[in-house]
């Protein structure tokens, strides 16, 4: 993702859209190439993620125009046995 700082790079989660990224990239970035992929546009995207993940717990970095973020799954209840009784 060329042209991602932290600074330009938003992140938003939604249980009925899922998950979107958008970089608001502009032609006068620091360090930037002068060839490949042009960075006068937006970069956007969405994906939708499992019913399972924990949104609240995410966490994301750019570094070197490599955006990773972890997303980790929710805890869930273990099992419980339920005890039959004679009636």
């Known amino acids: 993702m060329p042209g991602a700082f932290p600074d330009n790079t938003k992140l938003h989660w939604d249980e009925r859209a899922g998950l979107s990224i958008h970089v ?3 032609d006068n970035v620091d360090g930037a190439p002068l060839w490949g992929e042009p960075l006068g546009e937006d970069w956007y995207r969405s994906f939708s993620l499992p019913d399972y993940v924990d949104a609240c717990e995410a966490r994301a970095a750019v ?3 490599v955006l990773t973020i972890q ?7 273990a099992p419980v046995s339920i005890p039959i009784t004679v009636s």
């Open 24 to 26: 608001q990239r502009g």
């Open 71 to 77: 997303i980790p799954k929710q805890a869930r209840p």
């Open 63 to 65: 570094y070197g125009g």
